[in-house]
């Protein structure tokens, strides 16, 4: 069990990575910007140019396209 949690990780990773490389640039840059260097919106938002609803819309929109592409995996391990 543990061995496969292991690939089952690795494995979410890379499917991560993947979806990560599908999304828009400005969507992939703020989901980066905000989840990985812990900027708020409203930090990103002169960054990048745009309204700070829009940087919200982006993240919203990115998201829902992670999770979509996601979910087969986490319904796969939660059967295991």
Excluded at 34 to 57: C, D, F, K, N, W
């Amino acid at each position: 069990p543990v061995q496969l949690q292991g690939i089952l990780e690795r494995e979410t990773e890379r499917v991560l990575g993947e979806a990560l490389a599908e999304l828009p640039e400005r969507e992939r840059t703020t989901l980066l910007l905000h989840y990985q260097e812990g900027l708020s919106y409203e930090a990103i938002a002169p960054m990048v140019g745009s309204p700070v609803g829009t940087v919200r819309s982006w993240a919203f929109h990115a998201l829902r396209r992670l999770r979509a592409r996601l979910h087969p995996l986490h319904r796969e391990s939660d059967h295991e």
